[in-house]
């Protein structure tokens, strides 16, 4: 069975094309053959953080116009098996996404026994974002711990309550929560909201908390997952959130700040 | 906090809360408006337009004083109605 899984906030720049490439990454290294779709029509930028923009050839609008096909667009990844990106065009026609096109790429991806379809919506509520996550069946909603990040993943949730497809049919796509820069310190310094104020606030499961850190940059930097990195904090929580994700009972990480030493405490 | 912390002068007080308290009313508001994709029961702005029209037959009270927010249980839903009085005096 596929799973069509959307990447969603609303609001731009908390962290859902990594989070994109960091999921897609974590699922295929589990064995899944999956597809990563970036629905930013116009802005194209999973291609830089997967590390393949010198790859493209063709991409998702070349595909709905039947100008490509999906196995001429699709690029393998050299690094994880199973794992396929779709770039998005650099058209300025927003129109270019239409539900009868996308829904053809998502049916023939199934159709090729991909077990997660990934899909990187873009920032806002406009068609794009409408696009990706229409035919979820389950969203990861990348929040960060700032009010209008809050606010706008409580859009999104209800927009994906009345306007999926699954909702339009009665059924509830699946939410989980990603909580992305997170800062230990400054949830204890009373100047960033916590874990549990956003899970209140939103009330949706959490699925992972991923803590500000230094490797993300160095990551898209060099066009490599985050997950990739083994030893940093951030990419270990997503191989945490993957896990929870694939219905393992994992303990949450990096939310508590670290121990520090009599002289850092002394001068801070 | 580190030491030197103690003497400085502006020591900061808990924004995050504050920022709690703003979004629980926000979105409360919103999603008794049906803001976004959030819907409330489709007869709630007509119940609150005739609601606030009683309250004003007896007192004097502005769109704002008045908060409406349906609250989502797991068996019922609750609709929580909050009115701000003008002082009396």
Redesign the interface.
Known sequence: MSKVIVVTSGKGGVGKTTSSAAIATGLAEKGNKTAVIDFDVGLRNLDLIMGVERRVVYDFVNVINGEATLKQALIKDKRVDNLFILPASQTRDKDALSQEGVESVIEELKADGFDYIVCDSPAG?EKGAFMALYFADEAIVVTNP??SS??DS??????????SKAAERGDTVKEHLLVTRYSPER?E??????VD?IV??LSIPLLGVIPESGSVLQASNSGQPVILDKASTAGMAYSDAIDRFLGEDIPHRFMDIEKKGFFK???? | ?????LFRQDR??????A??E???I??AH??AMG?????GPDYLPKLREEIIAVIRKYVSVSDNDVNFQVEKGDDFDMLELNITLPDSK
């Open positions: 509520i700032e009010v809050v606010r409580d859009r999104i949730l209800g927009i994906l309550q009345s306007r949830v310094g009373g100047d960033m909201l916590s104020d209140e606030i405490k002394l001068f801070g | 906090m580190g030491l030197f912390d900061k007080k808990n924004t995050a809360k920022a709690k703003r979004l629980q926000l979105i919103e999603h803001a976004g994709g959030h819907k």
